[in-house]
């Protein structure tokens, strides 16, 4: 049966980041919503016009928009061992519907890791990071600098930083994450399936962790 890991933590976290490697490492595909709005939105989609309005604002995107863009995302042939979820869900409705998209597709949540940090962490994550334009790989100024300013190290592309991750919308982001996502926590923990880990470690310490747990 094929199994999607779903990660959960506030913005900044590093689940991002976590979740590359732990893509690379499973061979399971890297599925982030908010690489995929972003990516619509860098081909003027609707969808992705739709998405920035939201974003910008640090808001989430509407549910029934983000479902089906997840669903269309995870029906294609490199999902079908499973994915790594970056993003998703994030509501409650999300994860329903995600319950009933794997039940339809044989496929089932197989663990999620809980990454948390405190805000202060998160904020200085967040607004320090450099983000590829290419590829989206991702970097800190402070705690993973490119090798060249403004260059990524992985395809040579430009980095930029994200419209949300200044300091206001990321406090707003947070804000949004407390009040919608974290009811999941308790929906996860109830189901069996949350492995809390210590997000303000550094990133191999993280990674060491989540490959331990996917291990088992
Ligand atoms: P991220 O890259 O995960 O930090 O997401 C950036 C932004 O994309 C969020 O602040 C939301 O506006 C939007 N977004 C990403 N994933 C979701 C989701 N599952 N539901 C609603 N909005 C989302």
């Not at 094929?2 to 991002?16: C, Q, S």
Request: charged share 30%; net charge negative; with cysteine.
């Amino acid at each position: 049966m094929a199994t999607f890991i779903v990660l959960l933590g506030p913005p900044g976290v590093g689940k991002g980041t976590q979740a590359r490697i732990l893509s690379e490492t499973s061979k399971l595909a890297h599925v982030s919503s908010g690489d995929l709005f972003r990516e619509n939105f860098k081909n003027e989609t609707e969808l992705g016009k739709l998405a920035k309005s939201f974003m910008d604002k640090g808001e989430l995107v509407p549910d029934d928009v983000t479902i089906n863009m997840i669903r269309e995302r995870i029906s294609r042939p490199d999902c079908q061992a499973g994915a790594i979820l970056d993003g998703f869900p994030r509501t409650p409705a999300q994860a329903d519907a995600l319950e009933k998209m794997l039940a339809e597709f044989g496929g089932e949540v197989g663990f999620v890791p809980y990454i948390t940090a405190e805000e202060s962490v998160l904020v200085e994550r967040a607004s320090g990071r450099w983000t590829c334009r290419a590829q989206g790989h991702i970097y800190h100024e402070k705690f993973n600098p490119p090798k060249q300013v403004g260059i990524c190290d992985v395809d040579g592309s430009d980095l930029y930083q994200r419209d949300d991750d200044k300091v206001e919308t990321v406090t707003k982001r947070i804000r949004v994450y407390l009040e919608q996502t974290t009811p999941l926590v308790e929906y996860y923990r109830k189901a069996g399936k949350l492995v809390e880990i210590d997000g303000s470690q550094a990133v191999d310490q993280v990674t060491a962790k989540l490959l331990a747990v996917l291990k088992k």
